[in-house]
C-alpha cells in the first residue's frame, strides 16, 4: 500500500497481529502449567495407593507374581482386582520387562499405544519420572513411573498415565479460539485503523490542496484556512500562513521593482532615442559617425523593447495588467501578423504561407495583447528559419474553441530545451550575441505564454531540431471572460 494511510494501516495491523499472538502465547503457556500440575498430582496419588497396595499385600501374602507352567507370569488375580476399578492407565511390569497386569483402560489401547506405554515403563527410575506422551494423534498422556523394590520378587516398576484430556481446562482451546477469532479481529482493526488513518490525514490532503491552488503564482494574497482545535494542523496552517506571508511580500517587493525599474528606464530611454535620431538627421553629422549612430539606435530600440516587455510582465505578475477586451474578427489579426511575416521574411528569402476559414471568426479579445501574441511567434519563426524556408500561419475555429498555429521550417529546438523556452530571459543558445543575425533577449515566448493565460488559453510546442517547430496557440470561445 502507498501513502501514509496505508503504511499506518499496515503497521497497525501487524503490530495488533504481534500483540494478539503474544497474548495467546502467553496466556497458554501460564495456564497450561497448573493444568499438568494438577494432572502429575493425580497420577502421584494413584502410584502412591498402587505402591502401598502392592507393598501392603507382598508383606501380607508373599510374592504376588503368579507364573503357572508355560503360561507368561502375571499379577495374582486378587491383587490385581483391586486396580480393576482405576479409570487411567495403570501398567505393572515385571523383572524382564514383561506386563504383569494392564488396567482396562489400558488393555483397549492399540497395539502401538501398550507398545509405547510398556517402553516408557522400562525407563523408570527410583525416585520417579514424569512426562507428557503422545499415544496416537488422539490420545495424549501425562504418565509417572517408578521402580520399586519394596513388592517382592517378579514386580519390578509401576507406570500410571492419565488422558491429558481430563485437564478440567485446556489451555490449548484457547490457541484453537484464538484462531478462529483472531483473523475476524485483525480484519475489523484493519478497516477501522484504515478509517481512522484517513480521517486523521483527512486535514492534511485538505491543506495540500489548498497549498496547491495557492501557490499558483497568482493567489499569494490567500490564506489557509487555520482549524480551532490548537493541534498539530493548525500548527501547519499557521507556519504555512507565515510562509505565504514572507513570499507574497518578497514577490511583491521583486515586482515593483522590476516594475519601477523599467517605468523609470522608458523616459530616459526615449530622451536618448530622440537625440540619436536628431544626430542622425542633423546635416553637421560627420558620415563616419552615421554608422556607430545607427548601430546605437539599435540598441536603443532593442533595450525600449525589453524595459516593455519586462514591465507588462511585472505588471502581469502584480496582476495589473487588466485586458482591453473587445469583439474583433481573429481573421484580422492573423491576416495583419501574415503581412508582417512577409515583410520580415523577404531579404530571408523565407516563404510565408497563411490559411484562414471564409468565414468570420469572432472572439472578444485583447487586439493589442493578441497582436503582440501573433508578432513574437512570427518574429521568431522568421528568425529561426534560414534562407529557404518556409513559415506557415493557420487559422481554425472549433466548436468550443479557436486555435492559431505558427510552424515553421526552421533549425527547431533540442527536446532538453522545449520546458525552458517559456522561461524569462532564456535562450537557446545564451552564448550568441544579443545583436548579430538573430537578436533578441528572451522574453518574447514569456509574454506570448502570458497572454495566451491571460485569455483563458494556452500555449503548446512541438519541435525537431533541424525539422522545424509549430506552436499551437488554443483561445476559447469565451476567451476575453477569462
Ligand atoms: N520558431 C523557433 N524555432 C527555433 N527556436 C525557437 C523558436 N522560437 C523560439 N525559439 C527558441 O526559444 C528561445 C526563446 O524565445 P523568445 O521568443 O522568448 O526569445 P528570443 O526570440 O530569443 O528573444 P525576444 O523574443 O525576447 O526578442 C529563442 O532564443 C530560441 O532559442
Ligand atoms: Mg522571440
Not at 488422558?163 to 490449548?172: C, G, I, K, V
Not at 507565515?242 to 523616459?267: C, I, N, P, V, Y
Request: aromatic share 4%; glycine share 8%.
Amino acid at each position: 500500500m502507498r501513502g501514509i494511510r496505508g503504511r499506518l494501516t499496515v503497521s497497525f495491523t501487524i503490530a495488533l497481529l504481534l500483540a494478539l499472538g503474544g497474548f495467546g502465547g502467553a496466556l497458554y503457556y501460564e495456564l497450561k502449567q497448573p493444568s499438568v500440575i494438577e494432572l502429575d498430582e493425580r497420577t502421584a496419588l494413584e502410584m502412591k495407593f498402587a505402591l502401598n497396595w502392592l507393598q501392603g499385600s507382598y508383606r501380607l501374602v508373599g510374592p504376588l507374581v503368579v507364573a503357572r507352567d508355560s503360561m507368561p507370569p502375571t499379577l495374582n488375580a486378587g491383587i490385581s482386582a483391586a486396580f480393576e476399578s482405576s479409570r487411567d492407565y495403570l501398567v505393572i511390569i515385571g523383572e524382564r520387562q514383561q506386563p504383569l497386569f494392564l488396567s482396562e483402560a489400558a488393555r483397549n489401547l492399540e497395539f502401538g499405544a501398550i507398545d509405547r506405554l510398556l517402553s516408557e515403563a522400562g525407563r523408570a527410575t527410583v525416585a520417579g519420572r514424569t512426562g507428557s506422551l503422545e499415544l496416537d494423534p488422539a490420545l495424549s498422556v501425562r504418565y509417572r513411573v517408578t521402580l520399586t523394590d519394596s513388592a517382592g520378587p517378579g514386580v519390578a516398576s509401576v507406570l500410571v498415565a492419565t488422558p491429558l484430556d481430563n485437564l478440567t481446562f485446556d489451555p490449548a482451546l484457547i490457541l484453537r479460539a484464538m484462531g478462529v477469532v483472531a483473523p475476524l479481529v485483525i480484519l475489523l482493526a484493519a478497516m477501522l485503523g484504515y478509517w481512522l488513518a484517513g480521517r486523521a490525514l483527512a486535514p492534511v490532503e485538505s491543506i495540500t490542496d489548498e497549498v496547491d491552488a495557492i501557490t499558483d503564482g497568482r493567489s499569494l494574497h490567500r490564506r489557509l484556512a487555520v482549524p480551532l482545535s490548537a493541534d498539530e494542523i493548525s500548527r501547519l496552517a499557521l507556519t504555512l500562513n507565515r510562509m505565504f506571508a514572507r513570499l507574497e511580500q518578497s514577490f511583491g517587493s521583486l515586482h515593483r521593482f522590476t516594475a519601477d525599474a523599467s517605468h523609470e528606464l522608458k523616459t530616459p530611454l526615449m530622451v536618448l532615442r530622440a537625440g540619436v535620431e536628431r544626430a542622425l538627421t542633423h546635416p553637421g553629422t560627420p558620415p563616419d559617425a552615421i554608422g556607430a549612430l545607427d548601430e546605437t539606435l539599435e540598441q536603443i530600440n532593442q533595450m525600449s523593447e525589453m524595459v516593455d516587455n519586462l514591465l507588462t510582465l511585472a505588471r502581469a505578475d502584480e496582476g495589473r495588467a487588466p485586458l482591453a477586451v473587445e469583439p474583433c474578427d481573429l481573421r484580422d489579426l492573423v491576416a495583419e501578423a501574415s503581412e508582417t511575416a512577409g515583410m520580415l521574411a523577404e531579404g530571408g528569402d523565407v516563404l510565408v504561407t497563411t490559411r484562414m476559414p471564409d468565414h468570420p471568426v469572432p472572439l472578444p479579445v485583447d487586439r493589442h495583447r493578441i497582436r503582440e501574441l501573433l508578432l513574437n511567434l512570427i518574429t521568431n519563426a522568421v528568425k529561426y528559419t534560414p534562407p529557404g524556408g518556409r513559415v506557415d500561419l493557420e487559422l481554425a475555429d472549433a466548436a468550443t474553441d479557436v486555435t492559431v498555429v505558427v510552424r515553421d521550417s526552421g533549425i527547431g529546438i533540442a527536446p532538453g530545451d522545449l520546458p525552458h523556452i517559456f522561461d524569462r530571459f532564456w535562450r537557446a543558445d545564451p552564448a550568441r550575441s544579443r545583436t548579430g543575425d538573430r537578436p533578441g533577449v528572451g522574453l518574447g515566448l514569456s509574454i506570448t505564454k502570458w497572454i495566451a493565460e491571460a485569455h483563458g488559453g494556452s500555449i503548446t510546442v512541438q519541435s525537431r531540431p533541424g525539422r522545424g517547430t509549430l506552436f499551437t496557440v488554443t483561445l476559447p470561445r469565451t476567451a476575453g471572460q477569462a
